[in-house]
């Protein structure tokens, strides 16, 4: 299959009949660039399931306001309609993490928290952005599974039996990447330019050109967690960290011993919150 097909395909899997009814509404309203963050309050507020999910993510580990939002309302002025659009879609796809990779949503979550922690001691404006980007990272990984359910499942037990890396025996079936088919779904959503780029760029951060900080950031988020061990994301192995991310970040050894004491502790709360 030429790449052109490969991509409508994916770009279409909201037609899909094995995907999540929430998530099938929800692009409904996302998918609209007037949309309002009166319009997405509404149609979280008409879901008591979803309702109960926000509220417990957003009063976690992963955007910093522990046991303090007690309304959908306060989490839409506090965080923005972009951070909300992204936190929507990772809650409403984490049953579907679930099916696609047993500890995926939980690596999802680990990468979210780590990112958070390395966005403010970077002092960047909006470190929920980059968080609610380290939450998706990996939601190519939920296309392709969804998609080729029986093919994602031989890319698997290749990476794994080979000892390789995920998104390296996805290249060799697919011709592509998880951070390709993230992309192209996040674009074809009508996600913010930034949140794309750093989805498409989360392996390869030398190439990013506009979130240059923000793509390190979720690259050394997304081997933290993996040399962690918090949640599972394919991978049995934990690849380098690329050069041009330590050049872009900068960090010391004690802001990275700092770093990383935070996320210890962040992520054994975020434990709790898993359950």
């Not at 998530?23 to 963050?37: A, F, R």
């Not at 966005?119 to 380290?134: C, I, N």
């Amino acid at each position: 299959m030429d790449i052109q097909a490969l991509r409508s395909q994916i770009e279409r899997i909201d037609t899909l009949p094995t995907i999540p009814s929430v998530l099938k509404k929800l692009l409904g309203v996302i998918e609209n660039p007037k949309v309002s963050l009166n319009d997405i309050g509404h149609f979280i507020t008409n879901d008591p399931v979803l309702t109960s999910r926000v509220l417990k993510v957003v009063n976690s580990p992963v955007y910093g306001f522990p046991g303090r939002i007690s309304s959908v309302s306060q989490a839409l002025i506090l965080l923005g309609l972009n951070v909300v659009r992204g936190m929507l879609l990772g809650v409403s796809v984490f049953e579907a993490m679930q099916k696609a990779m047993v500890g995926l949503w939980e690596h999802s979550v680990g990468c979210a928290v780590a990112a958070r922690i390395i966005a403010k001691k970077k002092g960047l404006k909006e470190p929920e952005e980059v968080s609610v980007a380290a939450l998706l990272h990996d939601i190519g990984k939920v296309v392709l599974s969804l998609k080729f359910s029986e093919e994602y499942e031989k890319v698997l037990t290749s990476a794994e039996s080979s000892g390789g890396f995920v998104y390296e025996a996805e290249k060799a079936h697919f011709t592509i990447t998880h951070a390709d088919a993230g992309a192209w779904v996040a674009r074809r959503w009508n996600f913010p330019r930034n949140l794309v780029e750093i989805i498409e760029y989360h392996h390869k951060p030398h190439l990013s050109k506009d979130t240059s900080m923000q793509t390190a950031i979720v690259h050394l988020s997304d081997l933290l967690v993996k040399a962690k061990g918090f949640g599972f994301a394919g991978d049995n192995l934990v690849p380098a960290v690329n050069p041009s991310a330590w050049q872009i970040l900068d960090l010391s050894e004690s802001d990275l011993k700092e770093i990383l004491r935070e996320m210890d502790d962040a992520l054994s709360q975020a434990e709790d919150f898993l359950i």
